[in-house]
């Protein structure tokens, strides 16, 4: 299966007012690097990708944007959110990167919270939120547009409303208000 890409967001962002974008989306890591056979699963680098998207202005956006995105969602609605990630098919995010531990980190979100966190799983190569290692158990807050990695695998986090408000600041067309 692959996994969906930014210019799908593009896509339904154009399509939908922000309550039903939110509805139908999730937290989302975006890839910070577009890869040879656009999944963020690979391990080689075709260039460098989230820069360009976050420095685009109005009127700068075509639907070309074709960086990996993780969703990061329930496996059934009733169920908290919470999700492992690491390189071991057995997480619900796998990362198939030699740097990613095979139980890295945890994402989640506690119940009625419009919360979300992240811990890392005492990885061998750690988790960096901005920059900052993360101390191993300790749940932090993350925050729309936070550069999250796990070992060298670099992501930006955005919650369902932040990644509306980002693309739609970019988009030719503005959507639907509310």
């Known amino acids: 299966m692959l996994e969906p890409l930014l210019q799908d967001y593009f896509r ?28 963020f699963q690979a391990t080689t680098t075709k260039m460098q990708g989230y820069e360009q998207f976050a420095q685009a202005g109005e009127g700068e956006a075509e639907l070309k944007h074709t960086l990996p995105v993780i969703e990061l969602r329930k496996s059934r609605p009733e169920h908290i959110l919470e999700l492992s990630i690491g390189r071991s098919e057995e997480n619900a995010v796998v990362i198939h990167d030699e740097t990613v531990s095979a139980r890295h980190a945890i994402f989640f979100q506690e119940a009625g919270s419009s919360l979300f966190m992240i811990y890392d799983l005492e990885s061998t190569n750690g988790t960096t939120i901005n920059e900052t290692i993360l101390v191993p158990g300790r749940a932090v807050e993350l925050r729309d547009r936070d550069h999250i990695s796990f070992g060298d695998a670099e992501f930006v986090f955005f919650s369902p409303g932040g990644l509306y408000d980002e693309i739609a600041r970019i988009i030719t067309t503005p959507p639907r208000a509310k």
Do not use: G, Q, Y
């Open 12 to 39: 339904l962002c154009a399509s939908l007012e922000r309550d039903a974008f939110i509805e139908r989306t999730a937290p989302v890591f975006i890839s910070k690097a577009v890869r040879d056979d656009l999944s």
